[in-house]
């Protein structure tokens, strides 16, 4: 296993002990080793946005935090949630007296680990409200809404909701911008490879030689088929096609588009699968209005991509289009 | 092979395509297809910077074009140089009277191709000027400097070059700043996978599991040893006693330090790798001024990292620190 890794346990450990001394500029460490903040966190008055997940996604989570995004996150092992524990010291580490934004994915360790920090904040008078990015149309059906997983529409979701907080915004108006943000956000994904946890030391599940996976989850969990390898042009009908009908997406929609690559990705190979999606787009009358191309929500050295589409209305649209400085993301 | 791709022959075709339609608030097409622009190029009265280089290494080379930045590269084949005619029509594109630096790669076909291409601007009046990057210590003993590949180096040569013409530099000022860049800058790779340019369809050289090169070239050059793999910290040290004691650096520099990954190296362990890198550099008391930490010079999808490091004067500095917006470097 060719891999970069000292103690394979402790690799969370090291990698954010580096991300700490990288970007020591913007970020820095808390009393807990698994949180970490942006250096101008608290902010008096400004709603503190908390996001929190497993490592591995890379630069998810972590990378988000910034100047006008997300203020503080906790930080999971490996493709393994947080401890409540440490979303509660996030809260704390991002609460400027204005309330806190847990904007996170639906994971079940996720929800109870986040269930039981807001519990622990209440206690001490931190109010935290949630909202719980459900984007991945190939998790669950549309009317199990509540099933599907966060993928990397959480991304978007971060961005807008730390735009309005960044913005002056309440915590109900926080709350309400970065919910409906995910409301109209659609992402689905396809696997090409698997990977590999080092400590475990085999690939996490399997995919042939020749074989893709469509609607595959960030953690290796099934997709809704699994097929020959197709063109790309007809990779980027497939994505649009789980995703449009499903919000749905309509002729004079304005969107955003994140197409990230899971990991392994050669980059080239991104621009060629965003090349049809604009190109479809575009025939369909659907005007991008902000897009993302790279690696912005990753698998450890999965192959693939995700695509990620969000229908902006003039707030989403205002939203996304703020200044805002983070490692994963700079507007 | 699970890549995405249409016709494989058409692969930088469609990935620039992509790339001009994902980013055409910032670049634009010119009317030689492998030639891309900042859109606000030519400037008048300041001298043009110009880079090209094989695809594949993306966001390296198109991805550097931005303003305060590359004003526009040559783009070639997967692993290949760009014609003369396209370096020559990139010289013109990015001619706004005051001369052109082309700051590139010290690759045969490279070469070959900027020679010609300045030979074509001088008969149309164009100044050109170059600096070659040989910034690779692996590629050939300290005392045949000439004989060196210019690997990630050339992005901050590209940076400082860049910087300097947009402060308002002559064309010989730009050409000092560039060549003092990359006569300061050092670096070295190590391989842990090899890559498949999909037209060819079968890996361009093997790397056994288990073993490491060190030394690796951005196409599988053959490195300066073949090792088993090492703990992270072991892989950081060897990078650093190849690096520092070429230029030498020593205690008291400052400098910055580029640490790529090759493709497919998990963001999380480039992290694991710049902890130990910058844990040293602070025990030898050479200061990190500025740090890139991410995929910068990709070699499609091979795993394994390049370290870069350039030891600062106040001038380099300064045009590091510069602001510049392209989509592989924002400042």
Redesign the interface.
Known sequence: ??????DPDL??E??????L??HDDLVSATTNPRVIKVKSAPKAGKVGVVTGGG??H??AFL?YVGEDMVDAVAVGE?FSSPTAQAFFDAFKASNGGAGVACLYGNYAGDNMNVKMAVKMAAKEGIAVKTVVANDDVASAPKDELAKRRGVAGEILMWKVGAARAAEGGSLDEVIAAAQKAIDNTRSIGIG??PCTIVAVGHPNFQ?K????EVGIGHHGEPGVSVMK?K???E?ADMMLDYVLPDLPFAAGDKVAVLLSGL??????????????I??VLGQKKIAIKH?F???YF?S??M?G?TLTVMRLDDELDRLLARPARS?GL?K
């Not at 090291?14 to 991300?19: E, I, L, M, T, W």
């Not at 030689?209 to 893709?212: A, H, K, L, R, V």
């Not at 990991?263 to 049809?276: F, K, S």
């Open positions: 296993m060719n891999r970069i890794f000292n690799m969370v090291d990698a954010v002990s580096g991300y001394k990288a490592s591995g890379e630069p990378g490996i090409l490879s995919i030689d020749g074989e893709m390898t063109p790309a042009a990779m990991g392994a990705t050669p980059i080239m190979e991104l621009y060629i699968l965003y090349n049809r604009a190109e897009n191309v790279g690696n990753t450890l050295e192959m991509a490692i700079v």
